[in-house]
Every structure is written in C-alpha cells, then in structure tokens.
C-alpha cells in the first residue's frame, strides 16, 4: 500500500504541470512518449501508442459534445449545443466546417447500419434521423403522451434498435435548449427497428447521461451524472431488456479528486472490453479521459486541461480516440480499437 502512494504521488508531481504548460499550439512538439497519457496500472502501458501525441484539433465551441465517426465519409461530427451547430473534421487536411446549423441544440451524435447519422435534440426534445437523401425523419419525440424531456446520448444495436438516455439537461437552461418543464421521470429508452415502438428499458438512474454496448452487446454501460455519479453496467437480455444494475466504477479520480465534484459523462469500449470514459469538473490531474479494465479498476489516464464530455473511436482502422472537451476537439491514436464502428 505505501508503495502504491508513493508511486500516485510521485506521478501526480511528475505529471502534474504538464497538461497545463504544454504548447497546445502545435509549434513545439511534446517529447515522447506524450507525458499526458499516463499509465497508473501496468495493465494500460500496452495500449499506449508511444510515438503518438495528443493534439488540440479545434477549439473555439461552446460546450463540444456528441462526437461520432463516419467510416464510409472519413470524417468526424460533433455538437456545438449553444451554438445551435454540428461541425465535422476531415483527417485528410485538419479541415473543420459547419456540417449544420440550427442543429435543434443537438447533443449526442450516432450512425446506424445503414450509416445515417442519428441525433438527440434538446430544443426540440427528440431523436431524428438524417436519411440519405436530406430528409430528416423524427425517431422518437414523446413516451406515454408526454414530450421527452431532452434526449442526450445513443447507441445502435445490431438488431437496428436505437438505445438512448433522456436525462433532460436541454430542458433545464435555455444555453442548451428550451428551458421548460421535465414531464417524464429521467430513464433509458429503446426504439424497436421494426415497429418503432418505443420501451422505457431503466429509470433508476438520477441523470442517465453516456451509454455505451461492451464488444459483444451482451452488456450496457450507462453513466449517471446525478448523484453519487457512477458508471452503472447491465446485463443486455435477449437483446431488447436490461437485467438488474450493479455498479462497474466509481468516477474517483487517482492523481486528484476533490470531494466527490467530478464524474463522467460519455463512454466507449474498445475491442478487448476496456472501458474509456470521459471526466471533468475537477482540474489538473483529473480532467480528461479514464481508462478501466472490463472488471472496473481505474488503470489510465489521459490528462486534458480543460473539462471532458465525451468520445469515441475513429479513423479508418478506429484506434485514433477523439475527444470533446468543453471548448476543444482533441485527438490521440491508442494501441487498441474500438469495439464498434462510431
């Protein structure tokens, strides 16, 4: 144990300047291997790239969320939620351009099989699909009668089935949406590909927030940004339902934590069942990206100077992670990939 503190407390002096002090720029390169991904379990040297570093692709957003990868197109999209606007990065060139604007103060971004881009709105409180003609057909906007309260984040299942969380954070301000009454108890939802019927899959969550299927879609990640702030795992039974909650990880960070204020937002598993979930409303030493093994212990750390949303793999061989974090767009290839294909 007193070996263990010493090695945390030699990283956090060791670490503890850099994210901040670095050039984000670009003009003066980090030394390799970038000292901003760190190792704080043996179990995560190997899926550390070396001779890769961490990059400031874009800044400028408001709140940056909801990033996605199209394979077919080579590009990423993410969310701009204040700014009413989706952007899309081109890897070829490090372009950044306006995808849409007057985005319905979208959030999460997805892509179904058929690689149509799926977005959870919170001004208009719904999910729609942009078909590939241009026409945008709306998936899902009211349960029981009511109006959602603000869909956040989802993810496809192989069957076509469109998982999404509606904690309802687009309703509570107007800087992310249309301030206005929740009239639905927060829960994770489930739209059947074939009817279209829609089943409330969970509502025990506080604020449903990320999700995310492990490789083999027999389990669901679900990150709870209400109190106590967990990263919840299910079993996926018969492809439809969910079994019963147990808790997978505990959002403390291992260089600094403070009284419980941080968390998690987005979530995604890499191919062997690693789960790297975003992180922030710390500072330095805990903002940024967390990197669990498939049994919930905290074993990397990519440190980040600014407050994390969310992520997700891309690239043509998908082990180039992409991250949103508050203002900026950051990427960093790994040693591994991603379980699915955005």
């Not at 709105?121 to 057909?137: I, Q």
């Not at 009239?183 to 990320?210: M, S």
């Not at 949303?309 to 974090?325: E, M």
């Amino acid at each position: 144990m007193n070996n263990r503190r010493a090695f945390l407390a030699t990283l956090a002096s060791s670490a503890a300047a850099s994210a901040f002090a670095r050039d984000w720029t670009g003009l003066v390169p980090e030394r390799y291997p970038d000292p901003d991904v760190i190792a704080l379990e043996p179990e995560f040297s190997r899926l550390i790239q070396g001779n890769s570093p961490i990059r400031r692709l874009h800044t400028g957003m408001l709140w940056a969320e909801g990033p996605a990868w199209n394979g077919s197109g080579n590009y990423l999209v993410w969310s701009d939620i204040p700014n009413n606007a989706q952007l899309r990065y081109l890897p070829e060139d490090g372009h950044v351009s306006v995808m849409r604007n007057n985005s319905g103060n979208s959030n999460g971004n997805t892509f179904d099989w058929q690689g149509r881009q799926i977005s959870f709105e919170h001004a208009n409180r719904r999910v729609v699909r942009y078909e590939l003609d241009g026409k945008v057909t709306v998936l899902a906007d009211t349960f029981d009668g009511k109006p959602f309260n603000a869909p956040n984040d989802g993810a496809v299942h192989p069957d076509g089935g469109l998982w999404f969380t509606d904690p309802g954070y687009g309703s509570m301000m107007d800087y992310e949406g249309n301030k206005g009454e929740l009239h639905l108890k927060e829960a994770v939802y489930r739209i059947d590909p074939a009817a279209g019927k829609i089943e409330k899959v969970t509502d025990e969550l506080a604020k449903p927030n990320g999700l995310c299927f492990s490789p083999d879609y027999k389990k669901l990640y679900v990150v709870d940004t209400g109190a106590p702030k967990n990263i919840l795992v299910y079993d996926v039974v018969d492809g439809v339902k969910l079994g019963k909650s147990r808790v997978f990880a505990i959002n403390k960070g291992a260089l600094a934590d403070k009284a419980g204020k941080g968390g998690s937002d987005g979530v995604r598993c890499d191919v062997d069942g690693n789960v790297w979930a975003s992180a922030g409303w710390v500072g330095d030493g805990y903002d940024g990206v967390h990197v669990f093994t498939p049994e919930g212990k905290l074993m990397g750390h990519i440190k980040l100077p600014e407050t994390t949303s969310n992520l997700c793999f891309g690239g043509p061989k998908r082990n180039r992670l992409f991250i949103t974090a508050s203002q900026s767009l950051y990427s960093v290839h790994v040693n591994t990939r991603g379980a699915h294909f955005c």
